[in-house]
């Protein structure tokens, strides 16, 4: 039998486990901040029309509050769908079974995920398409613990990406396990409350100092440090930026609205219109697959030359 049976259903998923853990720490954090709000750290002013550090905006948090909310119900879906295609993967083409009672087994499922997630991330950076699923989770200006429950809604990207475990021969159910612990890991580490860690700690987790560069949009912050659980894949890819001033946090090109329905799909919608301006068809096709911000040569050469005249 496996041992999952003996559980009570809702505390299968360790991210419904962890739901009543998150609503802690957000009611500290948030309080922590509304008692900070008049303290500006070591006396400076913060800059005009930018969120103090650690702040809150209420309209902002639950917008981010009410997006991880549909995206419970949306997960839920994508992971019914993954069940059925990784447990005939599993069944019919993987050429060994691991047991999940071998250590090894857990740890091919946990540091599998891991890569597998800094590689999706690392793409979903880069690929335009994939990016309009995630760009949500960055849109707010600010940088907290609901910051973290600003999920996207369109989980078919992970889905896909974590098709070589069950072809490995890691159970199903293990893998959706690996990839809860990663995503509960994630919470704690979307917070300004946390400076640096010791260097041990920095050199190998992902930290709140490691996540606050990945959003930040300032340019020296821009596409770096993916990793979930661990910062390592940064460092040996080559996408790993240490923290050496606060960020901005933000898209290059600010959002200004609450609208959860905007947010999640401003990006398919500016893809579409994109690619029905284009008239080549290589265009159409980098706007969809080039990186976010992609233009035809021609249009990159005019902006150039319009603003060398200005």
Excluded at 11 to 17: E, K, S, T
Excluded at 120 to 129: F, S
Excluded at 160 to 180: Q, R
Excluded at 186 to 204: K, N
């Amino acid at each position: 039998m496996d041992f999952l049976d003996v559980l009570p259903p809702q505390m299968r998923d360790p991210v419904l486990f962890a739901i009543p853990f998150f609503l802690l720490l957000l009611l500290i954090e948030w309080t922590a901040a509304r008692k900070l709000e008049h303290v500006v750290s070591q006396g400076q002013s913060p800059e005009p029309g930018r969120p103090a550090a650690g702040a809150y905006l209420t309209r902002d948090s639950w917008a981010s509050i009410s997006m991880g909310l549909v995206s419970v119900a949306t997960m839920g879906a994508w992971k019914f769908l993954a069940l059925l295609g990784y447990a005939a993967i599993y069944t019919y083409l993987a050429p060994w079974h691991l047991s999940a009672t071998q250590w090894y087994t857990w740890v091919i499922a946990l540091v599998g995920v891991d890569l597998l997630f800094y590689c999706y991330h690392r793409i979903a950076h880069r690929v335009r398409l994939i990016w309009a699923t995630h760009q949500a989770h960055h849109s707010s200006q600010y940088f907290n613990f609901a910051t973290a429950l600003r999920q996207k809604w369109n989980n078919s990207g992970e889905i896909l990406m974590w098709i070589p475990l069950p072809l490995l021969g890691v159970p199903p159910w293990m893998v959706f396990f690996s990839f809860s612990v990663s995503l509960v890991y994630q919470f704690w580490i979307h917070t300004e409350r946390i400076g640096t860690l010791p260097r041990a700690v920095e050199f190998v987790f992902n930290t709140p100092s490691h996540h606050r560069v990945h959003h930040g949009m300032d340019q020296i912050y821009l596409d770096k440090n993916y990793g979930g659980i661990l910062i390592i894949w940064d460092r040996l890819f080559g996408t790993f930026q240490p923290e050496v001033f606060r960020p901005h946090y933000g898209l290059t090109k600010p959002v200004n609205t609450f609208n959860i329905w905007r947010l999640q799909t401003r990006e398919y919608v500016a893809i579409g219109r994109d690619v029905r301006a284009a008239r080549r068809f290589r265009d159409k096709l980098g706007y969809i697959f080039g990186p976010p911000g992609w233009e035809p040569a021609s249009v990159a050469g005019k902006d150039t030359a319009a603003r060398a005249t200005t």
